[in-house]
């Protein structure tokens, strides 16, 4: 048998790793969000037990996107984004709608169109990529739950209540108003946060701290910050037999433990506990699986080739040549 000597790590590994196991093992520090640089954090964060509500709400809206790039030629993009949106009333999947998939050409002087054609208060000289454009299309769908939606009902966005940074604040201001004064509550729930404290990752470390002091199966929630719209942003753990908590952002006005609440009675899914339901119904009617890019390029290679666009100029024009030298 041939033994094979283990190759010690580097220095520099060495070194990272060594950071990384006392930012890990802190306990404490500054709150941050790397994310997010306009979040105001309370002074301190205190855990607090939740009660799920008796039933959920009555009229549940959920928003998630999806995007693909189709075709890359570095200088050019040809990119896909939609946004979908489901409702449950009473308990029952009413609206399954996967959304139009809008394709986008970026790149070069392509970007001030598609900037153009933009709503949300989007300036027409703002730089455009496809995290923007996913963007887009899930704040127009949020705004047309809101719209739809009945007294009492809640809409629930994928991520938090903060679009991109190219979208001016007051527009997010002013649909917060409109969803309040139409009794709608607007929660956001982020499924990979950037919460921090001490420059470590805060909702893991509140796990550990929640399952030692009010039990390893306790539901539980903590305030932790305000968004510059108003929104209430807190940490929440909303089912029992969930492995994470989430963070939560929560419309301004509204009361959170109300709100988490309710929240709760749409998070015992078997399959996703913790997680609202009609996010994860949401999340997979938007999706842009490799079947779903593969279907667009046919089309569009279609089209080019209707076109008159000859097929070597199309085979150049996109062809990866990282993966012609990494066949073998």
């Not at 940490?235 to 109300?258: I, M, N, Q, T």
């Amino acid at each position: 048998m041939v033994l094979t000597a283990l190759v010690p790590p580097s220095s520099s590994l060495r070194t990272a790793a060594d950071r990384l196991a006392a930012l890990l093992t802190g306990g404490g520090g500054g709150l941050a969000d790397a994310g997010n640089g306009h979040l105001q954090f309370d002074a301190e964060i205190r855990l607090r037990p939740l009660v799920r509500a008796a039933a959920p709400p009555a009229e549940v809206w959920a928003v998630d996107g999806g995007q693909a790039v189709v075709a890359d030629a570095r200088c050019l993009q040809l990119v896909v984004a939609r946004a979908a949106r489901t409702c449950f009333r009473n308990g029952e999947c009413a609206v399954e709608d996967e959304g139009e998939l809008r394709a986008y050409l970026l790149g070069g002087r392509e970007d001030r169109a598609v900037a153009a054609g933009l709503s949300l208060g989007i300036a027409e000289d703002a730089a455009v990529d496809l995290n923007l454009l996913r963007d887009h299309e899930e704040w127009v769908a949020v705004e047309r739950c809101i719209e739809e939606a009945a007294p009492g009902a809640m809409v629930l966005v994928d991520g938090d209540l903060e679009p991109d940074w190219r979208v001016p604040p007051s527009w997010l201001t002013e649909l917060l108003a409109r969803a309040a004064a139409r009794d709608v509550v607007v929660a956001a729930v982020i499924k990979r946060s950037s919460l921090s404290r001490g420059g470590a990752p805060l909702l893991g470390a509140l796990e550990i701290d929640a399952a030692r002091e009010l039990g390893p199966r306790a539901l539980w929630w903590a305030p932790v910050a305000r968004s510059r719209a108003g929104a209430r942003v807190v940490a929440a753990r909303l089912d029992a037999d969930a492995p994470y908590a989430f963070r939560v952002d929560v419309s301004p006005g509204a009361d959170p433990e109300e709100i988490l609440a309710r929240l709760a009675a749409l998070c015992d899914d078997a399959g996703f506990p913790g997680y609202p339901y009609p996010l994860t119904v949401a999340d997979r009617l938007a999706a842009c699986p490799g079947w779903l890019r593969q279907d667009t390029w046919y089309e569009l290679d279609d089209l080019l080739d209707r076109a008159g666009v000859p097929a070597e100029v199309r085979e150049r024009a996109f062809a990866d040549r990282h993966d012609l030298m990494e066949r073998f």
